[in-house]
């Protein structure tokens, strides 16, 4: 079945720097991806959809300064959260659709604690 | 946009029993998705049920799309099956999945 490769699992950086997230689909080409942070006991929030060669699509509220995403690939999209702050802290959580009609498949997410 | 609302809200049970887990929606779908995240927060996929019913194992799903609603089926719950479950639409043209708030369950010894 298709699956989505994230990385890393769990970082921890220092107020201030940047962290990039990578999210690969290792047997098929995703046109599609999403980004979601989810904080704890909550569901998924999204955050943006990616799309291959294009400029990804932030759901409202979101900052698209700190929360960068590339799609240069069918097979990868990045999240890069810059000047991270201690509230940046969560879970982030990607996601491919494996087809028009077909359904998501996510990634491991990614903990992230700022210090 | 369609709304999304699953049930119970939390559950807890002893190895061994079963219990149903419902996802109500407000319009109609075009894609169901049913998902387990465990204790580590990797999301599984467990069933795409737009309508109809599937099984696999100890799980099974029915969606019944005239009527709003899908309903997941744990038998014999173990451990293993904590966690929280997600149901996730998409409905018109939209190609971004809707989550239900999910349904947290807890499976004890």
């Known amino acids: 079945g298709a699956v989505v490769s994230q990385h890393p699992s769990r970082v921890i950086c220092k107020s201030g720097t940047s962290v990039k997230i990578e999210c690969r689909s290792l047997d098929f080409q995703a046109t599609t991806m999403f980004w979601y942070r989810q904080f704890p006991k909550q569901s998924l929030m999204l955050m943006a959809t990616s799309n291959e060669g294009s400029k990804a699509t932030y759901e409202q509220g979101v900052e698209k300064d700190k929360f960068l995403i590339n799609h240069a690939s069918l097979t990868l999209s990045t999240l890069t959260v810059t000047s991270a702050h201690p509230e940046d802290s969560s879970f982030y959580i990607c996601?491919?659709?494996?087809?028009?009609?077909?359904?998501?498949?996510f990634g491991s997410g990614t903990r992230l604690t700022v210090v | 946009g369609i709304q999304v609302e699953q049930s119970p809200p939390d559950l807890i049970l002893q190895e061994g029993a079963n219990s149903t887990l419902r996802c109500n929606f407000s319009d109609s779908v075009n894609n169901l998705q049913w998902f387990h995240q465990n204790p580590w927060g990797q999301l599984i996929n467990l069933f795409y049920i737009p309508s109809g019913t599937k099984q696999n194992g100890r799980l099974s799903a029915t969606t019944v799309a005239t009527e709003r609603y899908s309903l997941l089926y744990i038998s014999s719950s173990q451990t293993t099956d904590s966690g929280v479950y997600f149901c996730a639409v998409r409905s018109g043209g939209s190609y971004i999945p809707t989550f239900g708030r999910g349904t947290s369950l807890i499976v004890h010894p």
């Open positions: 996601s491919a659709a494996t087809g028009p009609q077909g359904g998501y498949t």
